[in-house]
C-alpha cells in the first residue's frame, strides 16, 4: 500500500533477499557504529563513515540496513544489552534506582545516546528485555499497567536529562553561567536563591541529586 512504512528492523530479514551472500551481520555492523559514535559524535555516523570502519561499500551496508534511522534504533537498543537484570528483591524502589544508576553509566559511556533517548525511543530486542525486567520489579505493586508503563519512560527520559546536564556542564560557557550564580547567592541581593542553593549544599554536599529526584518522581507516577 502506497505511503505504508515498512515494520521495525527487528521485524525484518537480517540481509535483502538479493545480493551476494551475507559477508557481515546487523550485530557488527552496529557495533562499528557505536564505536564511531562514542569516538567522534554521532554526526559522524553515516553510511559512507561506517563502511570505511568496516571496510566495504557504503551501498553494500544497504543490504543489511536500509537507512541511517534503522541503524539508530539499532544503535539504541544495542546498549539496552548492557544491563545487568538481576532477579527483583523486596524493595522496588532499590531496585527502579539501581536500573537508573545503570542507565546512567551506559549514558555517560555512550555519549550520544542520551539525545536519543528523548528524541526517538527505540524498543527492540534488549529494549523490551529491560521494560520486562521493571515490570517484574513492580509486579507486587498496586499501579495500574499503564502507570508502571510511565515509570519506564519517566526513568529514561529523567536519566538522560541528568547525564545531559553532566556532559554539559564541562562547557566552559555553563561554567561561566554557575560563576555567576555563585556570585549572586554570595551577594545578598537574592535571598531566596542563596537560600535554596545553601539548603541544596546542606542535603547534597557533592551535588549529585539524581538518586533524591528519581525516586520522588517514580513515587509520584506509581502513587
Known amino acids: 500500500m502506497a505511503g505504508q512504512r515498512e515494520p521495525v528492523i527487528w521485524l525484518r530479514p537480517e540481509q535483502a533477499p538479493v545480493g551476494r ?20 559524535g554521532l554526526d559522524a555516523v553515516s ?41 527483583p528483591s523486596d524493595d522496588w524502589q532499590a531496585d527502579l534506582l539501581e536500573i537508573a544508576l545503570q542507565a546512567r553509566q551506559i549514558m555517560r559511556r555512550h555519549p550520544w545516546l542520551p539525545i536519543l533517548v528523548v528524541t526517538r525511543p527505540a524498543l527492540g530486542p534488549h529494549g523490551t528485555d529491560l521494560l520486562e525486567h521493571l515490570l517484574d520489579v513492580l509486579a507486587g505493586h498496586p499501579a495500574e499497567p499503564a502507570r508502571k508503563l510511565e515509570a519506564f519512560a519517566v526513568l529514561n527520559a529523567l536519566t538522560a536529562l541528568f547525564v545531559q546536564n553532566e556532559l554539559a556542564a564541562a562547557d566552559p560557557d555553563a561554567q561561566r553561567q554557575s560563576a555567576y550564580l555563585s556570585h549572586v547567592a554570595t551577594a545578598g541581593t537574592h535571598p531566596r536563591i542563596s537560600a ?25 507516577v506509581l502513587g
Open 47 to 87: 553510511m559512507r563513515r561506517l563502511a570505511g570502519a568496516l571496510g566495504t561499500g557504503a551501498a553494500s551496508l544497504y543490504r543489511y540496513v536500509a537507512t541511517r534511522d534503522d541503524l539508530l534504533d539499532l544503535m539504541i537498543d544495542s546498549t539496552a544489552g548492557e544491563y545487568r537484570l538481576p532477579a
Open 21 to 40: 551472500p551475507a559477508e557481515r551481520s546487523r550485530a557488527e555492523i552496529t557495533a562499528a557504529a557505536v564505536e564511531l559514535a562514542d569516538r567522534e
Open 196 to 220: 535554596l542553593l545553601a539548603a541544596t549544599q546542606a542535603e547534597h554536599p557533592s551535588g549529585d541529586r539524581f538518586a533524591t529526584v528519581l525516586t520522588r518522581a517514580l513515587t509520584g
